[in-house]
């Protein structure tokens, strides 16, 4: 059984029809690499798996997305139940303007845990996860907009991880951060990927080979091919999806 | 041509300039040298001229008008920005209405206020009469300034904390509110400001009593009201300096308060 099943999903914001027939089976503990060009549907097809789209207006969708066999978009699912599930990190950093420690607590507060002892606990076991406990760990106090934009990052990691997810979506996770933190983040994938199911969307088609074990490339609002990566960079079904990873598209 | 436009920008700046502190120091000059300890005593007389009730009547008067423009101005920010759907037809309206609002000239707020509150709720001329009437005027800066706080307030912390599956009132009250808070007390100090330097909305609304108000359906007078009548009464010209001198101390101070948490504002961001 997959752990996320997309099945006949078609997403318009109001008129626009941004994703088109979308099927695709996303299984446990793996990563799976979301490629294409700039508008072609990746953060929207993203967004729909947390139902981060509910905030925006006009977004319609039919078909069906299940996680673990269960519809997401039915009418009486916990939208912060499912939320809570299915962790996200953003494009670009967004701690909270408050403390390191705080950051990390927002997200088991809002779930219930008051226990200082709980919450230390939660706190430091999510920063190792985003491994940055060791670089931080004597600036719990500090606010979280004073430390580097690839901590923050990690932060941001670290933040989504307190929940203690099922799933993490990650947007372009890297693109606003130098190579250096980059390869921290994508080490840091790797070894997430034992406990966490990841969906994560890349611009470098060299993160994607490097890091991911499933690639879906989008076009135009549909997945054009989707299967292993190794097999899909090597040997590409598709003319487009071949001229897309040669580099001799648009 | 630079030259000129050069020299232009600086007589400009140092005129404005000059003329503030001209404004400052000449009343500072002429009035300090008249502030007595007879003028800050209990009760107002002929022969004390104490500006003490009117001091009170002021306080009095901010309190209750923070008291109802806040949660309204407030909640109609945050109604607007946070709830509302954007460039749906209540959102233009109450935008309409708001802008409207704070072009009105204050005397006419106060002749509002004279015929509805005082004559058609047969209110008087009472602090519940004045509050409500400068409430109203102050409430456009109010809803102004919460939209433009929590505007300013980047999407990306609300959507980082919708994410981590917090509901709208945990998102607003724990990211949004902290983020937006100095900028929506600037605007509130702005208000305090107005309601201070105001006469010509409270004359006929707030009455200009000389005793210290003794609840809400008494008249009273605050302290620009106070300055007003006694010079246009002509009798205590230096008194006047001496309550201008207060006024002024009290305005700079709170104008200087809403600088601070301004700046605070743009480094939070
Ligand atoms: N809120 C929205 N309202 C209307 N149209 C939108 C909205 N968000 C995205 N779109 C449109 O949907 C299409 C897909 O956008 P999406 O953000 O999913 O692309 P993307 O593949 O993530 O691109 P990028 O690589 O630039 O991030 C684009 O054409 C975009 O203009
Ligand atoms: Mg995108």
Redesign the interface.
């Known amino acids: 059984m997959s752990k996320i099943s997309i099945k006949k999903m078609d997403l318009y914001y109001t008129d626009f029809h941004a994703l088109k027939n979308i099927n695709m089976e996303i299984q446990a503990n793996e990563i799976t690499a979301f490629i294409g060009p700039s508008g072609c549907g990746k953060s929207t097809l993203l967004k729909s798996l947390?139902r981060?789209n509910d905030?925006v207006?006009g977004c319609r969708i039919s078909g069906d997305i299940l996680l673990d066999d269960e519809d997401i978009y039915d009418n009486d699912y916990d939208v912060?139940?499912?939320?809570?599930r299915v962790?996200?990190v953003?494009q670009?950093p967004?701690?909270?303007?408050?403390s390191i420690y705080d950051n990390i607590a927002?997200?088991p507060r809002?779930?219930g845990i008051k226990s200082k002892a709980k919450l230390d606990e939660i706190v430091e076991k999510s920063l190792r996860g985003g491994a940055i406990w060791d670089e931080i760990k004597d600036d719990l106090k500090k606010n979280a907009l004073r430390v580097s934009g690839g901590q923050q990052q990690r932060i941001?990691i670290a933040?989504?991880l307190a929940?203690d997810p099922e799933v993490l979506l990650m947007d372009e996770p890297t693109s606003a951060l130098d190579p250096i933190s980059t390869a921290k983040i994508e080490d840091l994938v790797q070894e997430l990927k034992k406990k966490y199911t990841i969906v994560m969307v890349t611009h470098n088609m060299q993160q994607a080979t490097r890091v991911s074990d499933k690639t879906a490339f989008f076009l135009t609002g549909e997945v054009i091919e989707f299967g292993n990566t190794e097999a899909m960079f090597s040997m590409p079904q598709d003319k487009r999806t071949e001229d897309y990873i040669t580099g001799r598209f648009g | 041509m630079s030259r000129i436009t050069r020299f232009a920008v600086k007589l400009s700046a140092f005129l404005t300039f000059g003329i503030l502190f001209f404004i400052i120091g000449y009343i500072l000059l002429k009035g300090i040298p008249y502030i007595k300890p007879s003028m800050f005593e209990f009760e107002y007389t002929t022969n004390n001229v104490s500006m003490f009730p009117a001091i009170v009547a002021t306080i009095l008067l901010v309190g209750l008008t923070l008291l109802v423009a806040t949660p309204i101005g407030v909640f109609t920010g945050f109604y607007l920005v946070e709830y509302a759907?954007?460039g749906s037809k209540l959102v233009e309206l109450i935008r309409i209405a708001t802008e409207t609002l704070s072009g009105i000239p204050s005397i006419v707020y106060g002749l509002f206020g004279m015929l509805f509150f005082v004559i058609k709720l047969k209110f008087q001329y009472s602090l519940l009469a004045g509050t409500l009437t400068v409430s109203i005027m102050v409430l456009p800066l109010i809803i102004r300034s919460t939209e433009e706080a929590l505007m300013s307030v980047?999407n990306?912390?609300r959507?980082?904390?919708?994410?981590?599956?917090?509901?709208k009132l945990?998102t607003i009250f724990?990211?949004v509110l902290?983020?937006a808070m100095p900028g929506i007390l600037s605007g509130l100090i702005l208000s305090i400001g107005r309601v201070i330097g105001e006469t010509a909305a409270l004359m006929y609304t707030l009455g200009t009593a000389t005793k210290i108000p003794d609840g809400l359906f008494s008249s009273g007078r605050t302290l620009a009201l106070h300055m007003y009548i006694l010079s246009s009464e002509g009798m205590h010209v230096n008194e006047v300096y001496a309550t201008g001198v207060i006024l002024v101390i009290i305005v700079l101070l709170l104008n200087g308060l809403s600088t601070y948490l301004g700046n605070k504002l743009t480094k939070?961001r």
């Open positions: 947390n981060m905030l207006e912060n139940l499912l939320r809570k962790g996200m953003f670009s967004n701690p909270f303007p408050m927002y997200g809002t779930h941001c933040r989504a929940v | 759907k954007k980047g990306g912390l959507e980082g904390s919708f994410a981590l599956g917090a509901g945990r724990r990211v902290p983020v939070g």
